[in-house]
């Protein structure tokens, strides 16, 4: 069962967009799902990640927030799946 890479974002967010990109480009390489959400209208969500968007988890545990390093992304990926 491939592993689930939550990304919170908001439109119109350049970074969010960029970080996007970065994932998509490694998803088949590394077998993992993208899932994005939006945190524009949910004031919690608004409260918790508003500064700090985009936010990206790996399997529900944080993994990183602004942007994504690929070599970073790997090896948090890696250190993930040894631990499962």
């Known amino acids: 069962m491939p592993n689930v890479i939550t990304i ?3 439109p119109g967010c350049h970074l969010c ?5 970065v994932l998509e480009n490694l998803q088949k390489e590394l077998d993992f ?4 959400l939006s945190i524009e209208g949910d004031p919690e ?4 990640y508003g500064d700090q968007i985009p ?3 790996i399997d529900g ?3 990183d927030f602004y942007s994504v390093d690929p ?10 799946r040894q631990r499962q």
């Open 71 to 80: 070599e970073r992304f790997r090896a948090s990926l890696a250190r993930h």
């Open 8 to 10: 919170y974002s908001r």
């Open 45 to 48: 969500l608004e409260r918790k």
């Open 33 to 36: 799902d993208i899932e994005k």
């Open 55 to 57: 936010v990206i988890k």
């Open 17 to 21: 967009d960029v970080a996007l990109d």
């Open 61 to 63: 545990e944080h993994h």
